[in-house]
């Protein structure tokens, strides 16, 4: 039978909180950050080419700012898609992920869809 080696000369693996939420968690910050990124990209361009298509009664808050928030959208979204890319500073990171944050709870306090 073959002895485990348990001495400090064998590769010992940090166990960290960190580490183990890396472990359980696979959709890391740059993940979430290419797929929100994303979503309010396309969200503001689709604002800005095909307006009609937020003619609904759910959208009526939005029609007299549409271009103003498909311009807001399509700003945050292009930033969470930089800071997942480029990894910049942690104040750059927190300021585009707060941003967007707020760029879809402000949309969804807008948008009405149960009524």
């Known amino acids: 039978m073959q002895q485990v080696d348990t001495t400090a000369s064998a590769i010992e693996v940090p166990r960290t909180a960190h580490t183990v939420f890396r472990a359980l ?19 503001g361009a689709l604002m800005l080419v095909a307006p009609h298509q937020f003619a609904s009664s759910a959208y009526t808050p939005l029609q007299p700012q549409l271009a103003w928030w498909s311009i807001m959208f399509l700003l945050v979204g292009a930033a969470l898609l930089a800071t997942s890319a480029l990894q910049p500073r942690l104040w750059l990171w927190r300021t585009a992920w707060l941003s967007g944050a707020t760029a879809l709870v402000e949309q969804r306090g807008e948008v009405q869809f149960w009524r």
């Open 25 to 43: 968690h696979p959709l890391q910050p740059p993940t979430l950050g290419w797929a929100a990124g994303g979503l309010l990209a396309f969200i």
